[in-house]
């Protein structure tokens, strides 16, 4: 009887576990990687541990010490109001971060809908999506941006929608021909045969077949728009001061730049930080998710 | 190959409208009256309805878009600037150049620091030059063009003093704005150029060559170079739209006065007429020259030219792309 429960117990666990576990373990075994995720977790940490480990406030101005160079005190000197810039990073990457994860995973979702019933359905409704997709394409992703971010004027959910429009594309046409690839499985007939809704197929049966290019092309894109997401903040849209947003942060700086070099070098360096350590996992994640790419 | 080119060039047909009307609509919902901006907070009533009628904002969403398409297509006019009424063509046409020189000095930059930077990774796979290559390559994908600009200014302008940190004139001029808007494109192309060169090298006819006894410097220029080298043409053309894009910051950074930084004015100055003509001009700009990569490409790459020629060329396409 005691056999009986624990093989019962077991099986499932061990199909469920089996692919992660062969995924997480090669993974472990690239140090690039492995460095990347550590360096992405403390920054994950950072943002949500952010009134913790800021010594000030992010607004606390202090204007008897403005412009410091950076000391024991303000370990990343002082602004041209006196506010901390090292506490200011650490707010920031609230800003930075959650509108990357978002906007990947808001493109990713929408993308991966169309995507499934452009490749599912094919024909008309194919031709339709992917003309669209080819024009939003066709316009460099952070010019859309710009354009968008226009019209729906600064913050931070608009900011994340205008990122996120441009890069529904590449979920789009990976899931497109993930789904193409699997469409003429056996084991999609058999779904269809037992009567499953089109709707059943596509959540249940097709999406989790096609999924792993997803993952990559989506922890690779995060930091291309933490990049934007400053970029478009440096030239005036998107997250508004006195917020801390890091490109806004460097915008601040660069009329000081002979001054107070520290004001632009330091939000610099984290953005550095945080699009490296998400390339250099998601480098990683590609490799261990397909080990025949690997060469 | 005529019958390629002009394919090509009908499939520019739907882009070139597609992006003018998804620009539009998006431009469309802009909150805000242009008008009572024109005119400021003085003008009266009669003038500003005046006004509205004059420059057809009172007319439906379909007749503005027809007439914005009209204009561009057959007149090439891009409108009106809302803020100083010039026209906005006049202005992106004088500032292409500038914008197309660092583009075009940036692309330079990208292919002759590049691709050797790949080749060597992959010659050396694993070994030392591959890691530090990879990893410099890593960095410059990670780090925004905007920042690495201004770590150049503070370096080579503000402590060096050896170049101008912003304006115009000389060449001189053009080596930061440069280096900075080519970081990404380097850094993709030798990660490209690497992946390329490493499937070559592993070709059945890389192994021949070796066989009979082919020097390795001879093997590497005569039939690993030449093949590896076709798809990274196409990130030339992926990197043209990256650098395109680019030059809105950079442009703005070094005070360089072309099409980005008359973006960032628009933007600045709520002149959205300017900020939507530079978007399609940007854009269409871009789709030009992949049209150009893609005739390129025909033309170097023999399995595409032998797809549009007689019926045995495209027996043989069919037999080189199994064994190849």
């Known amino acids: 009887m005691f056999s009986v429960a624990s093989t019962e117990g077991k099986i499932p666990r061990v199909k469920k576990q089996s692919e992660f576990v062969a995924v ?108 669209l997709i080819d024009v939003i394409q066709s316009i460099p992703h952070i010019l859309l941006a710009i354009a968008i971010s226009v019209v729906l004027g600064p913050g931070f959910f608009n900011t994340l929608l205008a990122l996120g429009f441009g890069m529904i594309t590449m979920a789009c046409r990976l899931t497109r021909a993930a789904v193409l690839g699997v469409r003429h499985q056996e084991y999609l007939e058999a779904a269809t045969s037992i009567n499953a809704s089109t709707a059943r197929i596509i959540f249940r049966h097709v999406l989790p077949n096609s999924f792993s290019p997803l993952l990559v092309s989506a922890s690779m894109s995060i930091g291309n728009v933490i990049m934007a997401a400053a970029m478009l903040s440096f030239i005036g849209l998107g997250v508004q001061p006195p917020l801390p947003e890091w490109g806004s942060m460097i915008a601040g700086g660069r009329s000081l730049i002979r001054s107070c070099p520290w004001m632009v070098t330091f939000p610099g360096i984290f953005i550095m930080l945080a699009v490296l350590s998400l390339n250099m996992f998601g480098d990683g994640l590609r490799d261990a998710l397909d080990p025949k790419l690997k060469k | 190959m005529g019958r390629y080119i002009l394919r090509r060039l009908l499939q520019m047909i739907p882009v070139v409208l597609g992006v003018t009307i998804l620009v539009f609509t998006i431009m469309y919902f802009t909150p805000g009256d242009p008008v009572k901006m024109m005119l400021g907070p003085d003008a009266t009533y009669d003038q500003i309805e005046e006004m509205r009628d004059r420059l057809g904002l009172n007319d439906t969403y379909f007749v503005r878009l027809g007439k914005f398409l009209g204009n561009i ?40 620091l590049g691709t050797p930077l790949g080749i060597i990774a992959a010659l050396d796979r694993n070994g030392w030059g591959d890691r530090i290559g990879m990893f410099i390559a890593l960095f410059g994908v990670s780090m925004p063009n905007f920042w690495v600009a201004l770590m150049l200014v503070l370096f080579f302008s503000v402590k060096l003093g050896w170049l101008p940190p912003f304006g115009l004139g000389g060449i001189q001029y053009y080596i930061l704005p440069c280096i900075a808007n080519a970081f990404p494109g380097i850094a993709t192309q030798a990660r490209q150029t690497r992946s390329s060169m490493l499937e070559v090298i592993r070709s059945d006819y890389i192994t021949t060559a070796r066989s009979k006894g082919m ?20 990130v030339i053309g992926n990197g043209m739209g990256m650098m395109l894009a680019g030059t809105v910051v950079i442009e703005m950074i070094f005070a360089i006065p072309g099409v980005g930084w008359y973006l960032v004015g628009g933007i600045n100055s709520r002149d959205y007429a300017i900020v939507q003509s530079s978007v399609i001009f940007l854009a269409l700009a871009f789709a030009s020259v992949m049209l150009l990569v893609d005739l390129v490409y025909a033309f170097i790459d023999p399995r595409i030219k032998a797809r549009f020629a007689g019926q045995t060329r495209r027996k043989h396409h069919s037999w080189r792309k199994q064994h190849v």
């Open chain 2, 215 to 234: 020097s390795e410097m001879r093997i590497l220029m005569r039939h690993a170079l030449p093949n590896a080298l076709l798809p990274v043409i196409t």
């Open chain 1, 24 to 131: 997480a373990r090669r993974l472990s075994k690239n140090s690039s990687a492995v460095i990347g995720f550590v360096v992405a977790v403390l920054l994950v940490l950072m943002a949500i541990f952010a009134p913790l480990i800021a010594p000030y406030p992010y607004d606390k101005q202090d204007l008897l010490h403005s412009r410091a160079a950076p000391s024991a005190e303000h370990i990343f000197g002082t602004d041209e109001l006196g506010r901390d810039i090292f506490s200011r990073i650490v707010y920031g990457s609230r800003f930075s971060l959650s509108i990357g994860f978002l906007a990947v995973l808001f493109s990713s979702g929408i993308g991966m809908l169309l995507g499934a019933t452009a490749g599912y359905f094919g024909g008309v409704v194919d031709d339709l999506i992917m003309r």
């Open chain 2, 73 to 112: 297509i057959f007149h090439f006019d891009f409108g009106e600037s809302w803020v100083y009424n010039t026209p906005v063509t006049t202005e992106l046409l004088n500032r292409l150049p500038r914008t197309l020189t660092i583009t075009a000095l940036c692309i330079l930059l990208q292919v002759i």
